[in-house]
């Protein structure tokens, strides 16, 4: 099973404890390596989370700084603890125009646990599905432009397979926490029949409890795949 998450109400979690904003994005670390032992516990296959948009860039220089110096540190001080757990970490976005830093950083985690097969902890960061989308569409182009592909081959797997997602099942529940209701750029393709479930949460406060909480409304939802027979969500 793939469970993708939007880890959404930092911002507001500390205005409404008089914080600032760094401090419910460092509580949001927190919850992050909850839902990671959550996701073991519950034998969930794929775990997806958003941490960092193509649309994050416009946030105050600041805040860019420290979401990025966040990863940095989850990356340095967790990687050692989910290689343990047997966790393979993989990133998705766009990763040739970040700071070399990063970008070996980033590739260093996604080689250390490689050959790890539990849980897939896959790391959106400088991810919109739109983006990805479009650079899918280009490698298309120029494979068709080489010869190597015709028009017609180009069918909804093909797609999928120039995805950045390529070898990642489709995500079979989205959650979002904080109360807002949309995908924001987030999986487009890939959520095609995903079962979107919204918590009216905000992302520190996400614990086990809410975890299990999404995971009961998914295995109370019918999933059909456009047919008229019922697939019950508990059997993906
Ligand atoms: C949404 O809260 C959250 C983000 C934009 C980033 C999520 C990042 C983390 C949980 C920490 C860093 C990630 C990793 C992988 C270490 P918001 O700031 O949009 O909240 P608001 O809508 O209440 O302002």
Redesign the pocket.
């Known amino acids: 099973m793939h469970v993708g998450i939007i ?7 500390a ?1 409404a404890k008089g914080l600032p ?1 760094l401090e ?2 460092r509580r ?2 927190e ?2 390596r909850k839902a990671v032992r959550s996701a073991i516990e519950l034998n969930v296959d794929y775990l997806t ?5 193509t649309e ?1 860039w416009s946030r105050p220089v600041q805040e860019v700084m420290d ?1 990025i110096g ?2 940095k540190r ?1 990356i340095r001080i967790d990687l050692a603890d989910l290689h343990k757990q047997n966790v393979r970490v993989r990133i998705i976005g766009e990763r040739a125009s970040l700071a070399a830093d990063l970008k070996k950083l980033l590739d260093d985690a996604e080689d250390l646990t490689r050959s790890n097969d539990g849980l897939c902890l896959v ?1 959106a ?1 400088n991810y919109g599905g739109r983006q990805e989308l479009a650079r899918a569409m280009q490698k298309i182009a120029a494979e068709v432009r080489a010869g190597d592909l015709q028009i017609g081959d180009i069918t909804p797997d093909l797609v999928s397979s120039r995805l950045n997602t390529a070898d990642i099942p489709d995500p079979d529940l989205i959650i979002r926490t ?1 109360g807002e209701q949309r995908l924001s750029n987030f999986l487009l393709w890939q959520a095609a029949y995903a079962e979107l479930v919204f918590l009216p949460i ?2 520190p406060d996400f614990d086990r409890a809410a975890f299990d909480t999404a995971m009961n409304e998914f295995r109370s939802r019918d999933r059909r795949f456009g047919k008229l027979n019922t697939v019950k969500a508990n059997a993906s």
């Open positions: 880890m959404d109400g930092n911002g507001r979690w205005a904003r419910g994005h949001g670390v919850a992050l989370v958003y941490s960092f948009s994050n979401l966040l990863l989850f790391v960061f904080s905000n992302w």
